[in-house]
């Protein structure tokens, strides 16, 4: 698989270079950081929280289901992160790919983060990763409509369905 392709499924294009200057210039402005700290409902997105980590749904999804896993110190690559947060992320990101499992039974998932911008971060000073389920054929899985993504279900079924399944 093109590695292009492959990527292509946590494009991060939907934040402006302007917003990653205004959000990741430090924790005060972090929107990331700001996520950390609220409680876990559909509101904010926030899904599960562990004492270092949490998952939220991503607010601009390539598909239905499309979380982000992140520690909740604001660090920007994996050598910064302690060896206790490095294990309570890994685990973290494990239990939402299980969730995702569980709750889609989709035909795959993709893991995976971009680390820096050159690499298609967003929001490169905050490391996060993304898993999304996916099905085989699923190029059509969301219609373009001009420059709007249209999702076959909402962001609030997506938190109740995987929040379900993350047994909380
Ligand atoms: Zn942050």
């Given at each position: 698989v093109p590695l292009e392709r492959f990527s292509a499924a946590w494009r991060e294009s939907y934040v402006s270079g302007e917003e990653v200057k205004a959000h990741a210039r430090d924790e005060g402005t972090c929107v990331f950081c700001?996520?950390?700290?609220?409680?876990?409902?559909?509101?904010?997105?926030?899904?599960?929280?562990?004492?270092?980590?949490?998952?939220?749904?991503?607010?601009?999804?390539?598909?239905?289901?499309?979380?982000?896993?992140l520690p909740r110190r604001h660090v920007a690559t994996l050598g910064e992160m302690t060896a206790e947060e490095y294990g309570d992320f890994a685990g973290v990101w494990r239990?939402?790919?299980?969730?995702?499992?569980?709750?889609?039974?989709?035909?795959?998932?993709?893991?995976?983060?971009?680390?820096?911008?050159?690499?298609?971060?967003?929001?490169?000073?905050?490391?996060?990763?993304?898993?999304?389920?996916?099905?085989?054929?699923?190029?059509?899985?969301?219609?373009?409509?001009?420059?709007?993504?249209?999702?076959?279900?909402?962001?609030a079924a997506t938190w109740a369905k995987v929040h379900h399944h993350l047994g909380a």
């Open positions: 700001a996520l950390g700290a609220e409680e876990v409902s559909a509101e904010s997105g926030v899904l599960w929280r562990s004492e270092l980590s949490y998952v939220v749904l991503n607010a601009f999804p390539y598909g239905s289901g499309h979380l982000l896993v239990l939402a790919a299980a969730a995702l499992e569980a709750a889609y039974r989709p035909d795959g998932l993709n893991l995976g983060m971009n680390l820096g911008q050159a690499a298609g971060a967003g929001i490169p000073k905050h490391l996060h990763a993304h898993v999304l389920p996916r099905w085989s054929g699923d190029t059509n899985f969301m219609t373009s409509v001009g420059e709007t993504r249209v999702l076959p279900e909402s962001l």
